[in-house]
């Protein structure tokens, strides 16, 4: 166990001193992915959009933050009622696709979930996330990927998972 920690410690280390320094370094023209989703009720239906804020450690797995947007429609209301950056949270695993051909690509898979929304129990359907380096984003969301991966692939601790993958989103910023 303490090689696979110090493997991951490595790994961490290397790969967040090969990412760009400030803002002024990074590679603009790319924001984090946006997940798209649906969710059903028991009368409707609800369509958004989950923006990512941040990643964290809850229990002994990670969770991933943001806001949620979008409308939900349903026979129990009169009309389609908006959703507006709305917090909320999905319990998240991360790993390496079973398919990859490439070290930087990463999957991040959501959970599923039955949360209120307006009111209304909704159910979400679990959903995966790929993410892989996009154009205007330079060679270091690559290196960072790759580090990820390899991080993912040695089990790395839950705390070292959550720092690599919240070094991704601001990547993308």
Same mark, same amino acid.
């Not at 400030?22 to 798209?36: C, E, I, L, W, Y």
């Not at 790759?146 to 993958?165: D, I, K, Q, W, Y």
């Given at each position: 166990?303490?090689?696979? /920690?110090?493997?991951?410690? +490595?790994?961490? +280390?290397?790969?967040?001193?090969?990412?760009?320094?400030?803002?002024?370094?990074?590679?603009?023209?790319?924001?984090?992915?946006?997940?798209?989703?649906?969710?059903?009720?028991? @009368?409707?239906?609800? @369509?958004?959009?989950?923006?990512?804020?941040?990643? #964290?450690?809850?229990?002994?797995?990670?969770?991933?933050?943001?806001?949620?947007?979008?409308?939900? #429609?349903?026979?129990?209301?009169?009309?389609?009622?908006?959703? #507006?950056? #709305?917090?909320?949270?999905?319990?998240?695993?991360?790993?390496?696709?079973?398919?990859?051909?490439?070290?930087?690509?990463?999957?991040?898979?959501?959970?599923?979930?039955?949360?209120? +929304?307006?009111?209304?129990?909704?159910?979400?359907?679990?959903?995966? /996330?790929?993410?892989?380096?996009?154009?205007?984003?330079?060679?270091?969301?690559?290196?960072?990927?790759?580090?990820?991966?390899?991080?993912?692939?040695?089990?790395?601790?839950?705390?070292?998972? +959550?720092?690599?993958?919240?070094?991704?989103?601001?990547?993308?910023?």
């Amino acid at each position: 166990m303490s090689r696979r /920690l110090f493997l991951a410690a +490595v790994t961490s +280390v290397a790969v967040l001193a090969a990412a760009p320094a400030g803002a002024g370094a990074q590679s603009g023209g790319a924001a984090f992915p946006t997940v798209f989703l649906s969710a059903k009720t028991a @009368q409707g239906e609800f @369509q958004g959009a989950f923006r990512i804020r941040r990643f #964290r450690v809850r229990g002994p797995g990670l969770a991933v933050f943001g806001r949620l947007s979008g409308r939900l #429609r349903d026979r129990r209301y009169p009309s389609a009622q908006r959703v #507006r950056n #709305r917090p909320f949270s999905f319990d998240v695993t991360a790993g390496r696709p079973t398919r990859a051909t490439s070290c930087a690509r990463v999957a991040i898979t959501f959970a599923g979930r039955t949360a209120p +929304v307006v009111g209304l129990a909704a159910s979400f359907a679990p959903r995966t /996330l790929l993410l892989r380096p996009r154009r205007g984003t330079g060679p270091s969301t690559g290196e960072l990927l790759c580090g990820t991966s390899t991080a993912l692939a040695a089990n790395a601790p839950p705390a070292v998972t +959550v720092h690599l993958l919240n070094a991704l989103r601001l990547q993308y910023a």
